[in-house]
Structure formats: structure tokens, C-alpha cells
């Protein structure tokens, strides 16, 4: 089955800056990575996806981007702020009809003033 | 607004007891799962049903069993529960778009 690694499992960055969190993924089939926050005490929220069929996709001050060929992804949160700080999960799945997501273990990610 | 809900919010029980947690949705989702989360472990696949005659085992079913009463309802047991089950339960839905929907969560506590 599909395995994904996430690195780092906490970041910390200051206000302003910009935050990477990797995932790879083992499963060449898989085709839709979604990216999910979840802040404190609150349910998972997806906040971007991308499809295999684009490298890149960017909503405001967050961006993902894939390289299929060496099956990792990355999410990009710039000009950080404090409302940024939460636990951020990569996941991968297939499309088809009976996918599931794979999840990540999850980035902790705190903004500091 | 169409939500994912689940009950209760927090249960504290002792080892050997069984205990059922229920999750209801109002977004016509035919797709729904059950998770659990533990720090550091991310959100782990339990069970997972594509409608209601349709039942699939995740990556952790062991020691769980699981029901799909209608479309909206989805609940899962745990026939004889253990301290390392002690976690907190998601049940989510699932669009055509793949966007999951969480539900609150169940804080679940096995002593």
C-alpha cells in the first residue's frame, strides 16, 4: 500500500518568513495530494490539493508543488503569520472510486512574533 | 449548513468495556471513514464505506468493527477496549471532488 513520509514533524519560523513542509510518497499510482490543517483543538481542514497533472498550484500566500518523477510534494505558506500556527498533514490517494488517503504524520508548525 | 457530527465528544471507560462512537452527516456524502490520531502518528485509516453495503477494512481494524446503519450514519465499536486505544477519533466524508469533511472528534480515554 501507499506509504508517505513528512519531514519536518515541528517547525518553527518568525512572523513574516516563509514555511516549507515536505512529503514523499511510494505508491507511483497515486494522483491526487491533498494538503490538510488542523489547528488546536479542531477538526483537519483541507486548505490546498494538486492533482498529478499539474506541478504547481498557488491560493494566496499558500503553494504546492510535485515532482512526480521523484514522488514527493511540498506545501509553501509565505509572509507567515500568527493564525498560520497549526498542525499541517500531507496525504496522497488515487482517484478512482475506491481511493482512500494515505496521510502523513503531520508538520507542527508555529509562527512566533 | 450540511456538517459531519459525531458523538459523544468525550468518553472516559475502563479496560473490557464496549463502547460504540456514532457519527452522523447531513452532506449526502455516500463515502465515510473512521481515523484515529495519536501525536506523532498522524491520521490512521480504521474502517472505511463507500455506501451501505459496502464495508472496507483500513490499516488499523483490529480490535474495531464498524456499522453502516443508512447514508448518514456510521458508527464504530470497540468490543472490548484496551489502554493503547486511548486516541482521538475522526469519522470524515467524502465529496466528489475528494475533498474530505471532518467530523469535531472523539476524545476517547481507556483506563
Known amino acids: 500500500g501507499e506509504n508517505v513520509e513528512q519531514h519536518p514533524s515541528t517547525l518553527s519560523v518568525q512572523e513574516g518568513d516563509s514555511a516549507v513542509i515536505k512529503c514523499t510518497y511510494s505508491d507511483s499510482a497515486s494522483n491526487y495530494f491533498p494538503w490538510y490543517k488542523q489547528e488546536l483543538g479542531k477538526r483537519p481542514q483541507l486548505i490546498i490539493d494538486?492533482?498529478?497533472?499539474?506541478g504547481e498550484k498557488k491560493d494566496q500566500r499558500i503553494a504546492v508543488t510535485l515532482n512526480k518523477t521523484a514522488k514527493h510534494f511540498s506545501l509553501h505558506i509565505t509572509e507567515t503569520q500568527p493564525e498560520d500556527s497549526a498542525v499541517y498533514f500531507c496525504a496522497a490517494s488515487k482517484t478512482g472510486t475506491a481511493s482512500k488517503l494515505t496521510f502523513g504524520t503531520g508538520t507542527r508548525l508555529q509562527v512566533t512574533l | 449548513d450540511a456538517d459531519v457530527t459525531q458523538t459523544p465528544r468525550n468518553r472516559i471507560t475502563k479496560t473490557g468495556k464496549r463502547i460504540m462512537l456514532e457519527c452522523s452527516q447531513t452532506k449526502g456524502h455516500d463515502r465515510m471513514y473512521w481515523y484515529r490520531q495519536d501525536p506523532g502518528l498522524g491520521l490512521r485509516l480504521i474502517y472505511y464505506?463507500?455506501?451501505?453495503?459496502?464495508?472496507n477494512k483500513g490499516e488499523i481494524s483490529d480490535g474495531y468493527s464498524v456499522s453502516r446503519q443508512a447514508q448518514a450514519k456510521f458508527s464504530l465499536s470497540l468490543e472490548s477496549a484496551i489502554p493503547n486505544q486511548t486516541a482521538l477519533y475522526f469519522c470524515?466524508?467524502?465529496?466528489?471532488?475528494?475533498?474530505?469533511?471532518f467530523g469535531p472528534g472523539t476524545r476517547l480515554t481507556v483506563l
Open positions: 464505506s463507500f455506501d451501505v453495503k459496502d464495508i
Open positions: 470524515a466524508t467524502r465529496d466528489r471532488t475528494l475533498e474530505q469533511f
Open positions: 494538486i492533482r498529478s497533472n499539474v
